[in-house]
């Protein structure tokens, strides 16, 4: 997406918005070529779910339901949907194969210069994947669509606990929650207490690592811990601690995309979900209902896959410098 809200006019001459939007249609097209050499099918889901996420660091926008006062519902929401995930997992179980998709993503989340309420997303599913195979994938990709210079280094792949060690000279699994919190209050201007774990692991992480990150080469960040697996499958890493097998991608200390290899057993799911909405009764956040339609395609069954979304707008910004 170019967002020209509040831009500077002068800055927008038609130059620059014919060069910019050439570049951006230039890597789409190199994106859906990419694609099809892979035999990858692309698909369009629906922007509007009939319910919202319960993830706690995520906030639907909810419109109102224009179809309440004709058809027998009684639900007065429709909720703009924050990743294509859910619709494109239908898809999987029905036996689509692997698939991606180029689609407009919309979050309640304060805007600044790495975040909108509207951005553009590329997400996509690769059947028989491991975390692994996705890594590849994801480096073989942003090799066709980055200047060469950002790729002359190749691509690190670097652990959770390596991070925080480097970067921190700690270790995020063997601290309790008191003693990351002391520590973090020594590193970082914050004035509050929180008991969760994560939360002192994540501000440390967003203020002292991330910025360090893909600078030399993009960095794949991997073996996040098993709390922060969302729906990623668990395992143990080498020094037998449970991570999640998912990864984050920076770039220039720029979070550029998320993969899973993805969990596929309905019960697994549902204890997820629940423990999403438990999360968001201690944040003091509503609870959300549970997407039933997600939960009966996985009865039905999701192959075996890894799956990541990627952020096209930041990919562009990238591109670009």
Known sequence: MIDTTGANPAALTAKNVKQRLGKRAKILAAIRCYFDQ????????????????????????????????YQSTSQPWLYLTTSPE???????????????????????????PKHSIEFTLLEWYRVGFKITDLIDDVTALLMTLMPTGLMANGVEILSYREAFLRHLSIDPF???????????HQKIDCDF?????????DLLMSHCIEPNLGHQAPCFLIDYPASQAALAKITNDQQGNLVAK???LYMKGIELANG?????????????????NQRRCELDLPTQAV????LKALKSGLPECAGVALGVDRLLLLAAS
Not at 40 to 51: F, Q, R
């Open 38 to 69: 892979q035999q990858v099918l692309e698909v369009d889901t629906p922007l509007l779910s009939d319910y919202p996420v319960t993830d706690p660091q995520l906030d639907n926008i909810k419109v109102e339901n224009p179809t309440v006062n």
């Open 86 to 112: 859910y619709a494109m997992k239908q898809l999987l179980s029905l036996g689509s194969g692997s698939i991606y998709q180029i689609s407009k993503s919309f979050r309640q989340d304060a805007p600044g």
């Open 174 to 184: 063997s601290l309790t929650s008191v003693q990351l919190e002391n520590f973090a």
């Open 193 to 201: 207490t929180d008991q969760d774990k994560d939360i002192w692991l």
């Open 246 to 248: 998912r990864f984050e």
């Open 260 to 276: 899973y290899e993805e969990l596929t057993d309905h019960d697994q799911h549902v204890d997820r979900f629940e423990q999403d």
């Open 291 to 294: 997407d039933q339609h997600f």
